[in-house]
């Protein structure tokens, strides 16, 4: 295989011929030429044959949202590739309507052909070929073809990458540290299913929360209020909550203060957290009839339950909260996250808009359904002046306002003016449509615990199983899942239907195993990490430009964002990229929006690809790391060192008349082969044109800066931040022992070269 080029030149070069692009054989439906023994399931035949030639062109016309048929009251409907699970939808739709028959003869035939009474008259002719395809249909549907590897899910050909590599990739992404040596010996032992084992393992470790808690937080964007000690506190109703009043006003210690603020700020992020964390069922994100409160919230919401340990941020007690009004308790009616006054306050209302950016934002979270997508059409405002209720009345409008309004309807118990304040006296406005869910109205008699009965439907619905799907496999491979190629006439159409069926397959098989094992979060997260999505990284043969485009999807190239990189940096480096007088990380504050990060505030999608200035702030990233961290590793005794184990500040290539020494070179190369494992995991043999390469680069900087000390161009003196002289992590001082101030070997400043080198590969900064 090929050896990539580092990061100069990586970075402007397409993810696709960084060899990131996997291959495979779609050994289900043989989509990619596969052999005569390759089985075509009837749903797959459906979804490329019946649908895309014949009902996602003609008979969606009439028979979808809003068309003349539903108009009508047709029986039968159809979804288009904007709803989600939309094929699944409609070819249970088409299974039952073939069921029917008139003189002997499917509907799905008598009706487009007018052998019987359709709106739509003769829109298929006896004997064409989109006659013969719902022919050949309704012959299979009669006993359905199942295939072994679900709907073209089983990826052939991808080269996967090997256990122990994906175990590495897991354990930095899930929990931001490298493997241990027992995780090591037993994936090489046990292989596929000791990792497995490892993956399950690493979900119980607080470090996987903090990465969960990022990708849900690109979710709910509630660390808006973590920006400054205080802006969440500041959102509570005192006369709700007298805590967030002169209670917090008398916490005088900022970092008491600072975690009070987060503690609050993060309340949905850490429901979600701890429903993951005690395998309960994933719908309790949204059904559950409590929050969650640390030692540190608890004070605020006027709870105190009792702790183990005072000081712990990481200790979640469960509580039913509730508010005094009138001298009266009012019990907080909770669902999950809908409830929380976070939530409530980042996706705010108006007295105009009703609820109804609150229910797209439900729509989009937790239905996967881009409300805005799925209703897009072409309005003439012009028309609505002949309606005296046009959202109600016009049905240009209404298509979309039968879905928002009664969603917003369960959030009418709360303020429209003071975002999280509960207040159950008021009535629904009579001009819009009832609050209810999915064709059914909310009884009066519910309003008064409205967002509860919607939440527990909502997570019955089959699209919190695929918005929950999408989340995590968003968050995982960095990765939108693919959209349903939209034109028949694209001449890549096929390629792209192979590819989304692929992944279709992946992804309904996700959702059947979630449900199957009580909707626990985990099972998507490990089969998503043991997926080909995640672990492909190249093909086992040369990919034509159609196979290519078939299988962009598969395998990852992505861009480690800022919370992933600092990890990664601590990880392998032992030191965190820090700014000195406060020990924040600075991809976490400085760097974080140059760096393509996100303040969940006005910036909220994540760039996924390297410009200039993300570019710019890697190699300052590395050389400020590899300038913090050499002297540092290089001031412990050899058995602590985490970079340079194998050699010292005395080991130099040459000797002082310049001959090589044999000895000591071997010793660089072994600890350049061990940097390249430990930066990269890259298990190189010695003679490896990569340790080599290094080498050079090592040997050249050591040549020319020892001629400089020499000859008194340079100082033998260390630059003063890349001197030993403090823990990089506390800035606490060394030991003056222990302390290192000058390089007149200058092997530090040569090591340095190495580790900025290495820290700027793009293996480093991509997963």
Request: hydrophobic share 35%; with cysteine.
């Amino acid at each position: 295989m090929t050896r990539l080029p580092r990061f100069g030149r990586a970075a402007t070069t397409s993810l696709a011929s960084l060899g990131f692009i996997a291959g495979l054989a779609l050994g289900c439906n043989g989509a990619l030429g596969g052999d005569g023994d390759s089985c075509t399931s009837t749903r797959e035949y459906f979804a490329a044959e019946a649908w895309t030639k014949v009902m996602g062109k003609k008979c969606i016309t009439c028979h979808g949202p809003a068309g003349i048929a539903e108009e009508q009251n047709a029986e039968f409907r159809l979804l288009p590739s904007s709803y989600p699970g939309f094929m699944d939808a409609n070819y249970e739709a088409v299974k039952t309507n073939a069921s029917i028959s008139y003189d002997g003869l499917s509907a799905l035939l008598a009706k487009p052909t007018a052998k019987t009474m359709h709106g739509g008259g003769e829109v298929i002719k006896e004997g064409s070929e989109e006659y013969r395809i719902i022919a050949s249909l309704l012959e299979q549907l009669k006993d359905p073809v199942e295939c072994s590897d679900a709907d073209g899910a089983q990826l052939d050909g991808v080269v996967l990458s090997t256990p122990d590599e994906t175990l590495r990739k897991a354990a930095l992404h899930l929990v931001g540290r490298l493997p241990n040596a027992d995780e090591i010996s037993e994936v090489k032992a046990g292989g596929e299913d000791a990792l497995a084992e490892a993956v399950r393992g690493m979900l119980e470790e607080d470090g996987f929360y903090d990465r969960l808690g990022d990708i849900f937080n690109d979710l709910l964007l509630t660390d808006r209020y973590t920006v400054y000690t205080g802006f969440a506190i500041a959102l509570l109703n005192q006369d709700d909550y007298p805590n967030a009043g002169a209670w917090w006003d008398g916490v005088a210690d900022e970092d008491q203060r600072r975690r009070i603020n987060t503690a609050v700020a993060r309340e949905p992020v850490d429901l979600i957290a701890h429903v993951v964390r005690n395998d309960r069922p994933f719908t309790e994100i949204l059904t559950a009839d409590y929050t969650v409160v640390n030692p540190f919230s608890a004070p605020i919401y006027g709870v105190s339950p009792e702790f183990k340990d005072p000081t712990d941020y990481n200790e979640f007690k469960e509580v039913k909260l509730s508010i005094t009004r009138d001298g009266q308790k009012l019990a907080i009616p909770h669902a999950g996250v809908l409830s929380s006054p976070m939530f409530l306050n980042r996706f705010p209302t108006t007295p105009t808009n009703r609820n109804r950016h609150r229910a797209r934002m439900v729509y989009k979270m937790f239905l996967a359904t881009d409300i805005l997508r799925i209703g897009e059409r072409p309005i003439d405002p012009t028309q609505s002046l002949t309606y005296q209720n046009p959202t109600r009345d016009d049905t240009k409008c209404n298509f979309c306002h039968k879905q928002i309004d009664p969603i917003a309807g369960s959030f009418q118990n709360y303020n429209d003016y003071d975002m999280e304040q509960l207040d159950r006296d008021r009535e629904w406005y009579p001009e819009m449509f009832a609050p209810g869910f999915n064709g059914e109205d909310m009884p009066k008699s519910e309003f008064p615990n409205a967002l509860p009965w919607f939440a527990t439907r909502a997570a019955q619905d089959p699209r919190f199983v695929i918005a929950s799907v999408y989340t995590v496999f968003r968050g995982l491979t960095g990765q939108e899942p693919l959209a349903y190629p939209a034109d028949p006439d694209d001449p890549n159409y096929g390629a792209k239907l192979a590819a989304w069926q692929a992944q279709d397959g992946l992804l309904r098989k996700l959702g059947e195993d979630f449900v199957a094992d009580e909707y626990n979060l985990k099972t998507i997260i490990e089969q998503v990490i043991l997926s080909p999505y995640y672990r492909g990284i190249t093909a086992e043969t040369e990919l034509s430009e159609t196979e290519a485009l078939k299988l962009a999807a598969v395998g990852t190239a992505r861009l480690s964002t800022p919370e992933l990189l600092a990890r990664k940096i601590e990880a392998v480096t032992g030191i965190r990229w820090i700014r000195g007088w406060d020990l924040a990380e600075q991809l976490k504050t400085d760097y974080k929006i140059l760096y393509g990060g996100i303040d969940s505030d006005s910036i909220t999608q994540r760039l996924t690809h390297l410009n200039g200035i993300m570019a710019s702030v890697a190699s300052r990233m590395a050389n400020e790391v590899a300038c913090g961290v050499t002297a540092f590793d290089f001031s412990r005794p050899a058995d602590q060192r985490t970079l340079f184990p194998k050699v010292t500040l005395d080991t130099t290539p040459l000797g002082p008349t310049g001959a090589e020494i044999p000895d000591t070179i071997a010793a660089i190369k072994e600890n350049i082969q061990y940097l390249h494992a430990r930066l990269l995991g890259e298990q190189l043999d010695i003679t490896d044109p990569e340790i080599e390469r290094t080498y050079q680069l090592f040997l050249e900087t050591w040549k020319e800066g020892a001629a400089n000390v020499t000859g008194g161009k340079e100082d033998a003196w260390l630059s003063w931040q890349c001197q030993a002289r403090v823990d990089p992590n506390t800035q606490q001082d060394l030991p003056e022992a222990q302390k290192i101030s000058d390089d007149p070997n200058y092997t530090v400043r040569a090591w340095m070269a190495v580790i900025t080198y290495l820290l700027s590969d793009y293996k480093f900064l991509f997963e």
